[in-house]
């Protein structure tokens, strides 16, 4: 088994996972068998009740997990489905730790960081290696060097190298070099004192991967190589790029995959390109459309992160760029004013009574003016109370998580979720089995009567409202495996509006886009065409 681990310095935000998935993707595509995994030091369990504005989007994985969204750029750019185990937390990690000493599983012994914590903490990453079938596994450390939170991790990870070897574990540093002054010269200060923290606790980095506004100048790498060690062949410039996609190609121009081939001594391993086309359509997008997300913490843009990647998908294979127009939902309670130059809306999920005034009002807008319409979870219940109020006339409609007096609860808590005190890990979770009608826009979309998709949502549409629902146009094409909960909402008199309770962009992947996000943004673009009475370039 071989290890890469990538540790960040200097400052957050570097974009640790976006380098780790892009050394992921390189991996993978030479042959190798790879996995990642991702180390959050914060005591939270897991990311599921952690406000979006701290920790931007929950990502939800198959088996019902709420992790860190970096394991949705693992997904994305691994093209696999990873399970709850490849995220660890201080959280799991003394729970489990205290759960065994009151089994008294210790022995009596006295409990202690050094050796129970980092032995927990080695154990589930040799876990996940193990179960993977991994040639390689790459562990993301959250925060950055120096946290007093992240201790225990990289004292784990030190071990973890003196017990496997020096050529089965390889250590990456993410910094930054900032340029200064007129001239824009490039300072390695900040890096040589990260390193040094690194090597304080025993970490002697084997690669440097360097953020930097431009290239690195050859001597701005002998002087990085000469104070910290690292030869000039494993300093990464990581400079910023159009789209995230682009990323593995840039690291592979300056041979960081060979650098850590060679170090683990693998033979007979040369990268594959599978993104050509793709990229090809990111760089030379035919047309563009514009599209309103329409949310509650657009200041924050990774809340939405796998709706702009989802995006980002449909561009690569059909090549529609998509400008996204952030819209903080509650300016739409005054005025709908900018939504008029939009060519699609998309409402996604959310949580709480705030904001929802403004999306029920985009939701009106949309099917009103006639323009192209997606919206997921909270999204679809949205629509499903903007038709009830402005189409049954029911004027009190709302859901029962906004308005538990509500009259008409067109929106209620699942059965199963009455009780529930927990919040954390306690709502439908996960991938779940939903049936497509026959002869409806879902069909058309999928072609398929059976799709898997991943939730998390809590409240449903109420069954006493369907019927009523159904005699205004709305059509429910889609239910879960029981028939009982509604899955997938659509108009008997509009093919460009579709809303689902499922959210498709987690499993939105470059090569096989979200089919609600593409089907979204072809009509975006017949729509801008329509009102701009153009022609499409493509059909030109």
Not at 260 to 276: A, M, N, P, Q, T
Not at 374 to 398: M, P, S
Request: charged share 25%; aromatic share 8%.
């Amino acid at each position: 088994m071989h290890y890469v681990v990538i540790t960040g310095g200097v400052l957050s935000g570097l974009g640790k996972g976006t380098i780790t998935s892009s050394l992921s993707h390189l991996l993978k595509n030479s042959g190798l068998k790879v996995t990642a995994m991702k180390i959050d030091p914060y005591i939270n369990y897991d990311a599921g009740t952690m406000n979006p504005y701290q920790h931007g989007e929950v990502f939800v994985l198959d088996d019902g997990s709420e992790v860190d969204l970096d394991l949705g750029n693992y997904e994305r750019f691994l093209d696999v489905d990873l399970t709850g185990n490849s995220n660890i937390t201080t959280g799991k990690v003394y729970r489990e730790v205290i759960e065994k000493e009151r089994r008294g599983e210790y022995l009596g012994s006295t409990v202690q960081i050094i050796p129970h914590i980092t032995n927990e903490i080695k154990r589930r990453i040799r876990d996940v290696a193990n179960k993977s079938g991994a040639d390689i596994v790459l562990i993301e450390v959250g925060g950055t060097v120096g946290d007093i939170e992240s201790m225990p991790f990289l004292e784990a990870l030190r071990q973890l190298k003196r017990e496997e070897g020096d050529r089965s574990v390889l250590f990456g540093h993410v910094t930054l070099v900032p340029e200064m002054g007129a001239a824009g010269e490039q300072k390695t200060k900040p890096t040589q004192h990260s390193v040094k923290e690194l090597r304080e606790i025993g970490i002697q980095p084997d690669i440097l991967f360097c953020r930097s506004k431009s290239p690195l100048t050859p001597d701005t790498k002998r002087r990085l190589s000469l104070f910290t060690d690292v030869p000039e062949e494993g300093i990464v410039s990581v400079v910023d790029v159009a789209n995230v996609y682009l990323l593995p190609e840039l690291m592979q121009s300056q041979g960081i995959l060979r650098y850590v081939i060679d170090h683990f001594s693998l033979k007979g391993h040369s990268f594959r390109e599978v993104w050509k086309d793709y990229k090809y359509n990111i760089r030379n997008p035919s047309e563009r459309v514009t599209i309103a997300t329409v949310g509650k913490y657009t200041e924050l843009q990774d809340a939405y992160i796998s709706h702009k990647e989802a995006f980002s998908h449909v561009t690569g294979n059909n090549g529609i760029a998509v400008d996204i127009k952030w819209v903080d939902s509650d300016t739409l309670i005054e005025s709908d004013e900018l939504l008029k130059d939009v060519d699609g809306i998309l409402i996604p999920g959310g949580f709480g009574y705030r904001g929802v005034e403004g999306k029920i009002k985009a939701a009106k807008y949309s099917r009103e003016n006639d323009i192209p319409f997606l919206g997921i979870c909270l999204g679809f219940q949205v629509a499903v109370i903007e038709v009830a109020r402005n189409l049954l006339n029911y004027k009190d409609a709302n859901s029962t998580e906004f308005d538990p007096a509500t009259g008409n609860p067109v929106i209620d808590i699942l059965p199963e979720q009455k009780g529930i005190k927990d919040m954390g890990g306690t709502m439908r979770l996960g991938s779940k089995k939903v049936l497509i009608k026959e002869n409806t826009l879902a069909s058309k979309i999928y072609g398929s009567r059976e799709i898997w998709e991943r939730h998390r949502h809590r409240f449903e549409v109420n069954p006493d409202y369907i019927d009523a629902l159904t005699s205004k146009g709305a059509v429910f094409s889609g239910v879960d495996d029981e028939g009982i909960r509604m899955e997938v909402l659509e108009f008997n008199d509009r093919e460009n509006a579709i809303a689902t309770q499922y959210h498709s962009e987690f499993k939105s992947r470059p090569l096989s886009p979200s089919r609600v996000h593409t089907h979204l943004v072809e009509h975006a673009l017949q729509y801008k065409l329509k009102r701009i009475g153009g022609i499409s370039e493509r059909s030109a």
